[in-house]
């Protein structure tokens, strides 16, 4: 039973497309995250939503919109496609906000390729 | 602006020996560190974790060690296994989360 699951796992799309990756979590966490694996394999954060609300946005461009219908849930849509969008993208989500010794759960992450 | 490294992208290791992967970071803010395990096509999962207030902590196989002068810590796996090979990702946090870019360990029977 996948605590973090997110869809789909592999994407490939031509450029100028839009695109949405869905996340789900049955952990019963209140703050959800996506972060982006990138060509130099950093893991970094894109955006951070706590109880549906956005706590983080990590000047991500505006392609780029999450969507929170529940705290269950963090959708990503990518508008306009580029070559650069290509990465894996990680849903996480943690029990709470804010705190250091936060554990995050991530998914297995989604392989985003644009041609 | 990298605040968290792992200058070592790979790493090979006889089974049975030790492991010792590092971290340098560069914000003294960190208040927090851990070490997250990831297998190919899997999301990265916790592993261990330690407090800046601390300067060891032990679970098992798994030893993190911060040295907050230096700025550095490391993880050692004693004794290395097989299923230990995998990537190793350092990260720290003061309320945000932040990754190196990884360490990939290969324990050789």
């Known amino acids: 039973d996948t605590a973090v699951s997110q869809t789909p796992k592999y994407l490939v799309t031509q450029m100028g497309n839009d695109k949405s990756i869905k996340c789900e979590q049955n952990l019963g966490h209140d703050t959800m995250y996506w972060y982006k694996q990138d060509s130099k394999k950093f893991l970094k954060i894109m955006f951070s939503y706590n109880n549906k609300e956005l706590i983080i946005n990590e000047t991500v461009p505006n392609r780029f919109s999450p969507k929170s219908p529940d705290k269950a849930h963090l959708n990503l849509h990518i508008n306009s496609l580029e070559l650069g969008d290509s990465a894996v993208y990680f849903c996480?989500?943690?029990?709470?906000?804010?705190?250091?010794?936060?554990?995050?759960?991530f998914g297995e992450g989604s392989w985003l390729t644009v041609v | 602006d990298q605040q968290v490294k792992q200058n070592s992208p790979s790493l090979s290791v006889q089974e049975g020996r030790i492991s010792i992967l590092n971290c340098d970071y560069t914000n003294s803010m960190f208040d927090y560190f851990l070490w997250y395990k990831k297998y190919p096509a899997e999301g990265p999962t916790f592993l261990i974790s330690?407090?800046?207030?601390?300067d060891k902590n032990e679970d098992g196989r798994f030893t993190v060690f911060l040295n907050k002068s230096a700025k550095h810590l490391s993880l050692h796996i004693v004794p290395s296994q097989p299923g230990d090979s995998a990537v190793y990702f350092c990260a720290a946090s003061t309320q945000k989360l932040v990754f190196g870019q990884g360490t990939r360990l290969t324990i050789n029977p």
């Open positions: 996480a989500s943690s029990q709470v906000y804010g705190h250091s010794g936060n554990t995050i759960y």
């Open positions: 330690i407090s800046s207030i601390k």
